[in-house]
């Protein structure tokens, strides 16, 4: 089974989201590939509506989770709302941890809250050497050189840090930075990477279809 995640970030509105789902929305059924769309809190309504409507084989994560549990906690979003739109969920991302603050502690604590009620955590590594938190079970390997660059990991050096990835345990393990429909598959065929995160080239239908297909 072959992940493909799309990390939006902070982008789109409703109306701009309804308009890639329409170009999303005639795409064939894949056979051992698993979409995970992660769109802003806000537009995983729209999203959930959407894909319940057509029936489509996407499944939705949101990007982020609050390491508290439901109560006096303005502004955040906790994992028992979540649950109600989304399956998975980005943990570690090295944007959230650079501008949020988002140490270690946090972010074992934000993976608990969403095992508690049931969502998968996608938890970001930069590294092999970054700790993962007890009960995760997809990793995603994010080089920081990668993200947005337009200069992704060689998929020989991905292979070989998913493969040191998975002698701590049994992870699925995801690359990201950079994949485009170019470059989809040399992540891909290789024995170790279970699949991709893809930010920037996500947000375009057309290329985000064509990722699928290449993958
Ligand atoms: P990118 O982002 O595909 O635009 O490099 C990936 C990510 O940060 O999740």
């Known amino acids: 089974m072959l992940y493909i995640v799309a ?7 409703g109306d701009e989201a309804r308009a890639w789902l329409e170009e999303i929305k005639n795409l064939d059924k894949t056979e051992n590939k698993t ?19 057509y029936n489509l084989p996407i499944k939705l994560g949101a990007q982020n989770v609050s390491q508290f549990d439901e109560g006096p906690f303005t502004g955040e979003e906790n994992a028992k709302q979540v649950k109600e739109f989304a399956e998975f969920v980005l943990i570690g991302h090295s944007e959230r941890r650079a501008n949020f603050n988002e140490d270690e502690n946090i972010l074992r604590q934000k993976c608990d809250m969403a095992i508690k009620y049931d969502i998968t955590p996608i938890f970001l590594v930069q590294s092999e050497s970054d700790s993962i938190p007890e009960g995760v079970s997809v990793v995603a ?16 050096n991905a292979d070989l840090v998913a493969s040191s990835l998975k002698t701590q345990d049994k992870y699925e393990i995801i690359y990201g930075g950079s994949v ?20 920037g080239a996500s947000l375009n239908a057309q290329e985000f279809i064509k990722i699928v297909q290449n993958a």
Do not use: M, Q, R, W
Request: hydrophobic share 35%; charged share 20%; glycine share 6%.
């Open 7 to 13: 990390n939006f970030k902070s982008h789109k509105t």
């Open 141 to 156: 390997y994010e080089p920081l050189f990668a993200i947005g660059s337009g200069h992704p990991d060689t998929p020989e």
């Open 180 to 199: 485009t429909a170019e470059n989809v598959k040399s992540f891909t065929s290789k024995e170790n990477i279970n699949g991709v995160l893809v930010g």
């Open 35 to 53: 979409i995970i769309i992660c769109p802003s809190y806000t537009l995983l309504p729209v999203f959930k509506e959407f894909i319940d409507k």
